[in-house]
């Protein structure tokens, strides 16, 4: 009996991680069955749990991929060097995360199933412990970026570096906010906010 290669075996995880991330960007994740998962990927039970021991498996997967989604964004953005201005950096971002992500959905159904993720948390320790693990990856890889500014004379001294990384991505989660919910943010809406706002201490030293 021949043996199934490793590259079927991932193409059909994705398969069934795509449909079950469609059903869940549809109907949430406490408003989709595992029967809603089988009928849209068109598989049967015993190759769904081959890779999946349930929902709850299922959900963690697809936590895991978008916050890992989110914070190669953060981290491809940051590697710039010279730093890119905010407005720049976090323009990069947010095209990088809504040309369809890891799960071929469209820009406000992505948004949306991060936004779930986030809810998420508050009820799962699982899910807890592997967003704040990404959480904290971010903010270091940004006090880094933080630092970076200061160095290329971009950024007064006196802000500690994790605050200022910590506004970088709250912007960032906001703009996905805005996005879930109502679906008209395009990456230039921030940019031109953000470049409106840094040029207010400029207008003032002149």
């Known amino acids: ?6 590259e079927h075996l991932d193409a059909r995880r994705r398969q069934i991680l795509q449909g079950a991330a469609r059903c869940f960007a549809r109907d949430g994740f406490h408003g989709t069955s595992m029967q809603d998962v089988l009928k849209e990927v068109g598989l049967s039970a015993g190759a769904v749990y081959r890779y999946f021991t349930g929902k709850d498996d299922l959900i963690a997967a697809i936590a895991g991929e978008a916050v890992g989604g989110v914070r190669r964004a953060f981290e491809e953005a940051a590697r710039t060097t010279p730093p890119p201005t905010p407005d720049v ?25 991060i936004v779930q993720v986030w809810s998420e948390t508050l009820r799962s320790e699982r899910l807890g412990t592997t967003l704040g693990e990404a959480y904290g990856g971010l903010r270091a890889a940004w006090a880094e970026l933080v630092e970076a500014y200061r160095a290329n004379g971009m950024l007064r001294a006196d802000p500690p570096a994790d605050r200022v990384a910590r506004t970088l991505i709250a912007t960032a989660q906001g703009f996905i906010v805005q996005l879930a919910l109502f679906g008209d943010v395009e990456p230039e809406v921030l940019e031109d906010g953000l470049r409106g706002l840094m040029s207010m201490e400029m207008q003032r030293a002149s």
């Not at 009996?1 to 490793?6: D, F, I, N, T």
């Not at 950096?89 to 199933?113: E, N, S």
């Open 89 to 113: 950096l976090i323009g990069r971002v947010t095209r990088a995360l809504f040309t369809g992500g890891p799960f071929g959905l469209d820009p406000q159904a992505y948004a949306g199933l």
């Open 1 to 6: 009996m021949a043996r199934v290669s490793q």
